[in-house]
């Protein structure tokens, strides 16, 4: 007996989609590829313009050449940006992670009243906008500069300082992530068979934070490193991110050196999130 | 455990909680041309950014902009979000990273891209003088309609990422029952996936909602001297102007302006989702 003789509406599938089916599924198929263009589009163009010859951005290109890479690195605004932001972005990341990992252990495992509203709080840094914590946080720095007299906007401590915003967050988010898919039975094993608390958390806990804490740490420090708005009004000369260096190039004009700076910045961003989704599945934490 | 919790919960408070009260009590303060600033308790920087017609104009630019380009974000993500979420388990992962990346490598670096593309000598007014469509470039770049397809850009993988998790979470037989029942595809959707995708759309309308309002870069670049959204002018004032209260009054108007609006549109879209 065939599906068809039970069910009358699936009749004319058996025949072939009707005209308006198939013309709605091209419509679909369409938004599909039209949504993944627009998000692509941008980021193909700045890679293959870094490679064009002529300095003034036309098509088509005269040539294609790598020089751009090394006018880009002797560029020292975009060297020294670089530079910065790679030691800000590890800076606090190294602070971030071990303070945001050892919060998101005590909010997964203790039963803490109050646990959503902390959690909550831990994470309102990429709530609130950045631009307005940015502005804040310059203000902030001012009036400490007033009181304790010394500097601290545009100085390396304070940028790390405004950067464990961003870290800490995002490792909660990761960590939190990938712990509650953990089950306790091991740890409990461990202590009934005579371990200590510590020797549990240092034998049993930790490695299995691992993937947790390597994707948080990843993750935090290419955010702190691409972050724009939150650094842009605590920069100062001698001491800017390369997302303010290249927002203040790109104001002027864009040009194969940009494009270059550009695509090395797309070639590390997508290596450490194909590292990343190796420790914790992407998909499972955004 | 709280020993665990409180360096945290400490760093939160101070660089974010404790420069946030700053920031509202600077906005209460009085501006002066040579002092920059005056102690005071005054709500006139608010009533004066309310009243100023260029700032009204900044606002609603900035209204305009995030409802379009959430609106248009929420009907191009749906179907990728519908598509992503069907896949196979081995190149979802992939699909999902490739989505991922482009939310990460800056807003910089896109607004670089759709520069080169939009420009006077851009890729598509290049093409349209080699085809001979058009002999003069097309005013492109420096529009706000540049500025809308930038920001959609930017935010579409954070509403396809959203979306694509909620849909996973709807069984396959929901909709194979359905259509089985005689449901066209049409249907399906209306009747089945858009309801019970609807929590997730409400999230992901307002996590791009809130995104587009503060536009920054993608404003600053694509738009051109003329074109002004809240985010910059808050800049401005903080940098340029050195007007500070006048910038936090404005800062605070744009945070209340997007909590209002987000906490209202999930109420709105919540109570139609109970019934």
């Known amino acids: 007996m065939s599906v068809a003789s039970l069910s009358p509406a699936a009749a004319p599938a058996l025949a072939g989609p009707g005209l308006s089916v198939r013309l709605g599924r091209i419509a679909f198929l369409a938004l599909v590829v039209l949504a993944y263009a627009i998000i692509f589009a941008p980021i193909v163009m700045v890679v293959v313009t870094s490679f064009f010859d002529q300095e003034i951005v036309s098509f088509p290109p005269d040539a294609l050449t790598l020089r751009w890479y090394v006018n880009a690195w002797a560029q020292r605004d975009f060297a020294r940006g670089f530079v910065t932001s790679l030691q800000i972005a590890l800076a606090a990341t190294a602070i971030g992670v071990p303070l945001g990992t050892a919060a998101a252990l005590a909010l997964v495992r203790a039963r803490i009243p109050g646990r959503g509203l902390i959690n909550t709080f831990l994470l309102a840094p990429l709530a609130v906008p950045a631009i307005v914590a940015g502005s804040a946080l310059y203000m902030f720095y001012l009036r400490a500069e007033d009181w304790l007299d010394m500097d601290i906007k545009a100085t390396f401590g304070g940028l790390v300082a405004a950067n464990v915003l961003i870290t800490i967050p995002w490792t909660v988010r990761l960590v939190t992530a990938s712990l509650a898919g953990l089950d306790r039975a091991a740890e409990e094993a461990a202590a009934n068979l005579g371990a200590r608390p510590l020797t549990v958390f240092r034998r049993i806990t930790l490695p299995m934070l691992r993937p947790g804490i390597v994707a948080a740490a990843l993750f935090s420090f290419v955010a702190s490193f691409e972050n724009l708005e939150l650094n842009l009004l605590l920069v100062g000369p001698g001491r800017t991110t390369l997302p303010v260096a290249m927002l203040s190039y790109l104001e002027f004009r864009m040009d194969p050196t940009l494009a270059a700076v550009a695509t090395a910045q797309i070639v590390m961003v997508s290596i450490l999130m194909l590292v990343t989704d190796r420790f914790v599945k992407l998909s499972r934490i955004v | ?275």
């Open chain 2, 1 to 275: 455990m709280f020993a665990l919790i409180l360096p945290a919960v400490l760093v939160v408070a101070a660089l974010l909680v404790g420069p946030m009260v700053l920031l509202a009590r600077i906005s209460l303060n009085q501006y002066s041309a040579t002092q920059l600033m005056i102690e005071a308790t005054t709500a006139q920087n608010y009533l004066n950014a309310v009243a100023d017609p260029y700032y009204r104009g900044v606002m609603a630019t900035t209204l305009v902009m995030a409802f379009t380009c959430t609106a248009v974000t929420l009907a191009l993500g749906f179907p990728a979000a519908y598509r992503l979420a069907r896949m196979e388990s081995r190149w979802k992962s992939l699909v999902t990273v490739l989505t991922l990346i482009p939310l990460l490598v800056g807003n910089v670096v896109r607004a670089a891209g759709w520069l080169g593309l939009l420009g006077n000598d851009g890729l598509i007014n290049a093409t349209l003088r080699g085809l001979r469509i058009t002999s003069e470039p097309l005013q492109l770049i420096y529009t706000p309609g540049a500025v809308a397809v930038g920001t959609i850009a930017v935010v579409l993988p954070y509403m396809i990422l959203t979306l694509s998790s909620v849909i996973e979470s709807i069984p396959r037989a929901v909709e194979e029952a359905a259509a089985n029942l005689g449901a066209s595809a049409l249907t399906v959707f209306r009747r089945v996936v858009w309801p019970l995708a609807l929590p997730g759309t409400v999230a992901g309308c307002v996590l791009v909602f809130i995104l587009c309002m503060n536009t920054y870069a993608t404003a600053v670049l694509l738009g051109g001297s003329q074109f002004k959204m809240m985010a910059p002018a808050v800049y401005d004032q903080f940098s340029k102007g050195m007007n500070w209260p006048f910038g936090a009054a404005l800062a605070f108007i744009l945070l209340a302006a997007t909590l209002v609006l987000t906490v209202l549109g999930t109420a709105l879209l919540g109570r139609r989702y109970a019934r």
